[in-house]
């Protein structure tokens, strides 16, 4: 099957279910060096945060970590941003685009997610809200799990097909009471409400497409090791975004960066233009 075939019929999936799951996307070799280095930038931000008492998640809690800005660490996050197949599935499906962020999303493991078990309590929701002057899609998320994602370690929980409709009394977080855990501080909407909700289960070095605004979650981690995925994150200039990537890049980067990966990154000086030990 050539590439544009495939392309094609990952595309479909994507449009018709909210995500794709292409395998063999990196090389065992290239997982264990992104996983290498992505290590040592997640333990500099602990560090960071915890020297300051600053938490830079920028809106995901806890059980899952979210460290970003990899752009701005090393070259081999850039040319992972830059890869022609994501660049080719990121132009096809959203048209004009930019980089929102290079990060980095691990599921931790925790003991009272653990106790929900795999079909608990989750926080479905989705990434951004409904545009009322633009049709979506609006964004694309490129997962590239460095551990495998399995149920028993959290892998992402999507409904099928829910990025195409909005739910009746949209949203559910304003219509629908949720349910909590005994022994948890957290909630989710209860899964009744979401009968064809599956775990997308998939190999490290596999690329897994998904449509943020499909709704989803990260599962509960009942395993005892951290379930971690490396994100490329693309989106429309109708969304804000979270960081001016362009700033942090121009003026934090650890190493030169190429004008055209430049330009692909948020520009907006009303977002943060740092982050973390990039200061």
């Not at 941003?81 to 994501?86: K, Q, S, V």
């Not at 709704?215 to 971690?228: D, K, L, V």
Request: hydrophobic fraction near 35%; include cysteine; charge should be negative.
């Amino acid at each position: 099957m050539t590439t544009a075939t495939q392309i094609t019929n990952d595309l479909y999936c994507l449009s018709s279910a909210g995500f794709a799951i292409i395998p063999d996307f990196l090389s065992p070799e290239t997982v264990s060096s992104l996983q290498k280095k992505t290590e040592a930038w997640i333990e500099e931000v602990r560090a960071y945060e915890k020297a300051t008492s600053e938490s830079v998640g920028y809106g995901s809690g806890w059980p899952l970590e979210n460290i970003r800005c990899l752009y701005a660490i090393d070259e081999a996050f850039r040319a992972l941003a830059m890869d022609a197949r994501l660049q080719a599935y990121a132009h096809s499906y959203l048209g004009e685009y930019e980089i929102g962020d290079v990060q980095v999303l691990s599921n931790m493991p925790d003991e009272r997610y653990a106790r929900l078990g795999p079909q608990g309590p989750v926080h479905f929701h989705r990434d951004h809200v409904w545009q009322e002057d633009q049709d979506p899609p609006y964004a694309l998320h490129c997962f590239m799990p460095l551990t495998d994602m399995t149920r028993e370690n959290g892998a992402t929980v999507i409904v099928p097909g829910s990025h195409r409709t909005r739910e009746p009394n949209y949203p559910f977080a304003e219509s629908e009471e949720r349910e909590r855990a005994d022994d948890n501080s957290t909630s989710g909407f209860r899964r009744r409400l979401f009968p064809s909700s599956i775990s997308l289960e998939a190999p490290s070095g596999s690329l897994v497409l998904i449509d943020p605004m499909a709704i989803h979650s990260q599962g509960n981690n009942i395993s005892e090791t951290p379930r971690t995925v490396l994100n490329v994150a693309f989106k429309q200039r109708c969304l804000r975004g979270q960081l001016n990537g362009h700033a942090i890049a121009m003026n934090y980067s650890r190493a030169e960066v190429d004008p055209d990966f430049l330009k692909t990154l948020v520009c907006n000086d009303a977002l943060p233009g740092t982050y973390g030990p990039l200061e």
